[in-house]
């Protein structure tokens, strides 16, 4: 079976970005349509310490669902979430960029391009190696090929019980 289909309805993610939900949690904003995005905390945090820092940027421009899609276009993009994220979590909670990690999740938990910011000392759940791509290498990945992640094999993990892994069985891909 595969997963129900809330999994995949973007309509939470574009209420944030109109602003018909969580409004009072906007940490930062670049409104620009094209290279602009919303930093806000993710559900997972609870704000009240520093320690699991966890911060989502959710870009306002639709259509681009995750790092497969990202070309040499999107880098003012995202030079300006990685810049601007972390300027405002410095201004907002006094943490330094040197100590966040910064990454996309592939595979995304839902397709609409978001960047995950972290305290490094937080072990968050999908910050491993198998899972996570840190924006800056993407930045470098893609200046040194306009189309790197067009053409690059990006591996990752899967659960044995994840709707996604069958679906790779049944294509016998697996």
Known sequence: MFPPSWCFSLKWVYNILDKKA???RIVYENP???NGFILIPDFKWNQKQLD???LIAICHRRGV????DLTADHLTLLKNILQEGQEAILNRYGVLGSQLRVYFHYQPS???LHIHFTGLSYDAPGSGVERAHLLSDVIENLQSDAQYYQKRTLTFALRADDPLMQKFKDAGRF
């Not at 669902?65 to 497969?68: F, G, P, V």
Request: hydrophobic share 20%.
């Open 32 to 34: 620009d349509p094209e």
């Open 110 to 112: 839902y397709y609409h």
């Open 22 to 24: 969580e409004a009072d």
């Open 65 to 68: 669902k995750s790092l497969r």
């Open 52 to 54: 699991d820092l966890y």
